[in-house]
């Protein structure tokens, strides 16, 4: 016998076991996959729910938890309470981004870098398939934002943004695009929330730019705009961060 093959090492290793509550979660995420639950159904009761799946009510508790917190289920209390399995929220994704962004696990640079061909991307895409109705709502938000640019807050004039960037991501009618865009402009916001704010001639003149463009359907022109405007910015956020002896990748928020 070969002994140099006897004492190779093995390809496979053990595959550790899982706890109980991890296969309850697995179990019923298999089911919304599935589509055997759906949102507003009602899981059976913790006990009975033990029963059926041979565990502990423990490990039925522990994945309830653990479901909640991801957001696919919601616990009600009182008689007529119970766990629910309820709509995704994209809440989950921006909470993500914004621990790894504090965490120092991705830097602002890297984030900022994503939003923009992100958006550049968003931007050719509302272009080709915006209607008349989402154009007519970009130019209104446009027109509101150059009045709060003028007399109105700062908390004002974000708000006007957030809605911008989520009236040009429904105009793709591509979900995951609207998903992403509001994750990662919430992000944003509360960097923005803690910098000197972003000028205003600079920003009326860009979103009238870019709104040209998305009605006359030039997405190369769009996508440019789109691509200047958020470098800009990107710039105005590390200048800023840097000058408030925050680190440029803002671990501190």
Do not use: W
């Amino acid at each position: 016998m070969d002994q140099t093959a006897a004492k190779a090492p093995a390809m496979f290793q053990p595959i550790p076991a899982q706890r109980a509550f991890e296969v309850v979660c697995e179990r019923i995420r298999e089911l919304v996959a599935s589509g055997r639950l759906k949102k507003g159904d009602k899981l059976p009761p913790e006990r009975e729910l033990a029963i059926q799946l041979g565990v502990s009510r423990l490990a039925i508790r522990e994945a309830f938890r653990s479901l909640e917190n991801a957001g696919l289920i919601a616990l009600q209390r009182g008689p007529k309470g119970g766990a629910f399995i309820q709509a995704s929220s994209d809440r989950k994704m921006t909470e993500l981004m914004q621990d790894m962004l504090n965490l120092g696990t991705i830097t602002l640079s890297e984030l900022t870098e994503a939003r923009i061909f992100i958006l550049a991307s968003v931007a050719r895409l509302a272009c080709e398939r915006a209607t008349t109705q989402d154009l007519e709502q970009i130019e209104e938000n446009v027109r509101l934002n150059e009045v709060a640019l003028k007399s109105g807050s700062r908390e004002i004039r974000l708000q006007h943004a957030t809605d911008f960037y989520e009236l040009l991501a429904s105009a793709t009618k591509n979900k995951v695009m609207t998903v992403v865009v509001r994750s990662l402009t919430d992000v944003i916001r509360v960097i923005l929330q803690r910098i000197e704010i972003y000028p205003t001639q600079d920003l009326a003149l860009s979103r009238r730019r870019f709104l040209e463009a998305l009605q006359a359907r030039n997405g190369d022109q769009a996508a440019q705009e789109m691509h200047t405007h958020l470098r800009k910015l990107h710039e105005h956020i590390v200048r800023h961060a840097v000058e408030q002896k925050q680190s440029p990748d803002l671990t501190s928020l």
